[in-house]
């Protein structure tokens, strides 16, 4: 008999909660998008309202219960998006959020001292990104706010702060911080000196897949949950997202959303004194993901699709590019040159003059797939050279890879076989699923699934596109 969770996947546009059982399926869903607002004391600062994200949430849970009185919830689990925090004060509540789009610790960067042992204990390089930089640009505004921190955690993590009442953090969220020491696993008192933090107001740390705690009462009534309702712990959503594709030691895999990381997860921890990677705590804090990532890739194909597809659907669209076969424009919309450590700041299409009569819109949206294809291609090719991992297939996950066209092109590009397993597209409900099945002792999903294959192919229109977009885009940048 199926157990039944609710997964909460928090992202950075919009947000989710899942009705979801232990075999994978997916009874029900509720989505909202994420409201944020500027503070225009800093040239580029955005932060959120914990009480208004919590009241989405909970509504979805309360929506989804209703509509199926019959399923009585065993546990809850919460992914979220990285590089995201909520801080609490004393009483426990959640008073101010600071997202991954929040760049408030742009300003005070060049303050951080010995940033390169920074990055040797955090393995990231000191940017804005990371919630370090960001209570360090919320501390020299609102010192007063500020001292009101009792503690903070991550997105996911604070999902299980309203189901239990605990105030913890997984690994894979912590090494976000940049405060997170990966070789030791513990909160680094020297990264935390250099950003002129206070460690105290850093969470306990736990692994995915532990109990944070029994939900508390009033949500088990609430919601009509199981008298042993437990809340596991889940992740950051990368992480959780290739919990999906089972990636292990040496393998490689490539999560297409709005970013498209392309990551190897690693034994031993890895340090670039070049600094060309991101490496990152995986699950538990127990072996090491080293990623590059070509920044926003899939949310430019959403928008060039509002902007040009119409009144075409996708598969219309998925036609038309399979019967391709010469390009007229190549496009650069990818934002990071990751092994440089450097954003593209321009791009655009780029194409002959006079502008040719056959040009249509099916060749823009291709030329944006094409330029996501090739951006992903570009830090597989990177991070296979420096970490030396050859896996034998490319293992991929995330809703990008709803497009056939995009799969035939990594797959073409790579030399090298694509692997998907079904549920791909919703790969965080599946990982976190399969994250409550291994807490509670249910069967592992991942094992029943079927692939998805795609094989490669050589001297494609992709193979002929490639030159072109790489001197196109290194001209503009």
Known sequence: MSR??????LGTGNSRVALVSSDGTIMDMRSFTNTYYRDERYEDAQYFLPGEWEEAILRGCRELCGAHPEIHVSAVSAAGARQSIVLLDRSGKAFYGLPNIDNRGRAYMGEVPDQEEIYRISGKWVTEDFAAAKLL???????????????ITSLSEWIAQIFTGRIVIEPSQACETQLYDIGT???SEKVCGCYGLDMAILPELCPAGMKAGPVLPKYRRLLGMMEDAVFVIGG????????????GVGDIAIVSGTTSPVVTLMKEQFYDPL?????DANLGGQTYQIEMNPGVTGLNYQRICSMLAGNLDYDALEEAYSKKTAFRCTASFSSLLF???????RGGFFMRSPLDAAVDRTDFLWSVLG?????????YTN?????GNRSDCVLGCGGGFQSRSLCQMLSDLTGSELHLRAGFDQATVQGLTQVCNECLGEANILTQQRKIVYRPREGQLIHRYYPEWFEHRNRVN
């Open 4 to 9: 039944y969770y609710l997964a909460v996947d």
């Open 137 to 151: 640009g919320f501390r020299k505004l609102y010192p007063e706010q500020y001292g009101k921190i009792d503690k």
């Open 185 to 187: 696993r513990e909160w």
């Open 236 to 247: 950051a959503d990368t992480q959780i997202a290739l919990r999906q594709t089972d990636i």
């Open 275 to 279: 600094q060309r990677v991101w490496t």
């Open 339 to 345: 092994y440089e450590r450097r954003g593209l700041r």
């Open 371 to 379: 330029d996501i294809a090739c951006s992903i291609y570009e830090q």
């Open 383 to 387: 991070l296979r050279a420096l970490t």
